[in-house]
């Protein structure tokens, strides 16, 4: 990458960090957001699935209405309305304002991740565009190994008002990162109907993106109540549970990095398959038994070397199957992770309050050897 395009990356990793630590903050807060408004985890797990659900129709329609806005305005207005959102969470009285704050506030995601994605082109060259997506999407790592176990531990310790507070201030500061280093004057492709009527008429382009639904969706069967289950299988404390939530994202962050380099040796589609085969592996290891503690965090490092790795890598592929229809792909990707988002969460959260945690853990093994076997076909047999 050159030098010159190097601070515009770093300030598109640390807005999709705050997104990626806004977004999953449910997930770290869950016990103290359960005790705070006397609802159960699947309750609170709803902030998580009902903002995917509209988070799957807000990405492409807001794709569509703000095409031709310039870049810039379009991911700093998303960022400054991200931090309102946390800030207005910090003051909710009860959990229907903090669910219609979350709705409110959760079109900054529709926006940012696939439009930082889509503005690379813009000003990337050709060869240098698949390692510069997978390396803003580190922001989503570092949500992980950072983000979400700081969450986790600030509101054990001092409070979920204190934990959003904070986020919106990280929110503002990103958007004046984006807003000081990102070039002026980027516009995106112009997509007419047609072109829109094209992507979502294209076989080839639903095949790309339904491996991304049922990853997501397998994933967050599980994901969203790694808190509850720590607790309930080993009783840990905050700090503990804080340093096995970094244990995952830290093997987020390695499994970026190492895809950055791969997909230059491997490929894109190779490098999707291979990472996908990595969630599998975690997600098996998760779901067989109970582990002691240090067994847990190496079942957690091999499920969180995968996660991110691949879905950056479905952007990339992506972009690289139809890169003048970047901007509409990367939305309708966005729109179906977080439909499998809202699937998983809403399902993984009924069989845990009603018990059925290995079907549960049977379901999400299900779904990911589902989206691995896409994959490996759509490699093979089309070249996708």
């Known amino acids: 990458m050159h030098r010159p395009h190097t601070p515009t990356l770093w300030a598109l990793l640390a807005g999709n960090f705050v997104i990626g630590t806004g977004v999953l903050a449910p997930a770290g807060l869950i016990n103290d957001l359960s005790l705070a408004f006397s609802v159960d985890a699947a309750t609170v797990g709803t902030l998580i699935a009902y903002g995917g659900g509209a988070l799957c129709i807000e990405a492409p329609l807001l794709a569509f209405l703000l095409n031709t806005l310039e870049r810039r305005r379009l991911l700093v207005g998303a960022l400054v309305l991200f931090a309102l959102g946390h800030f207005c969470s910090a003051l909710a009285s009860d959990f229907r304002a903090l669910l219609a704050i979350r709705l409110i506030m959760i079109p900054a995601v529709a926006c940012f991740t696939p439009q930082a994605a889509s503005a690379l082109p813009l000003f990337i060259p050709p060869e240098q565009r698949a390692s510069a997506i997978t390396f803003i999407f580190l922001g989503w790592s570092l949500a992980s190994a950072i983000g979400i176990p700081l969450v986790n531990l600030i509101g054990s310790l001092a409070g979920w008002k204190l934990a959003y507070g904070l986020l919106g201030a990280a929110c503002a500061l990103a958007a004046i990162a984006v807003f000081t280093t990102l070039p002026p004057g980027l516009q995106a492709h112009r997509l007419s109907v047609a072109a829109w009527r094209k992507v979502l008429t294209s076989g080839k382009i639903w095949a790309i ?95 969180g070397m995968g996660t991110s790795p691949a879905i950056a890598a479905q952007q990339a592929r992506l972009i690289e199957a139809d890169p003048v229809a970047a901007s509409a792909s990367t939305s309708m990707n966005t729109s179906v992770v977080y439909l499998g988002q809202a699937a998983g969460t809403l399902l993984g959260g009924e069989m845990l309050v009603s018990g059925y945690t290995t079907l549960a853990g049977g379901m999400a093994i299900s779904l990911l050897a589902l989206a691995l076997l896409t994959s490996v076909l759509l490699h093979c047999r089309l070249r996708l």
Not at 219 to 238: G, S
Not at 293 to 300: H, K, N, R, V
């Open 209 to 303: 993106l339904s491996i991304s639904c049922l990853a997501i969706a397998g994933q967050y069967i599980k994901y969203p109540y790694i808190v509850v289950d720590l607790k309930t299988r080993l009783a840990t404390d905050p700090p503990t549970t804080a340093i096995l939530l970094a244990v995952y994202g830290c093997a987020s962050i390695l499994g970026t990095m190492t895809a950055t380099r791969a997909v230059g040796l491997l490929g894109v589609r190779a490098t999707v398959s291979t990472f996908l085969g990595v969630i599998l592996l975690g997600l098996l290891l998760w779901t067989s038994q109970t582990a002691p503690l240090s067994l847990t965090g190496a079942i957690l490092f091999i499920w």
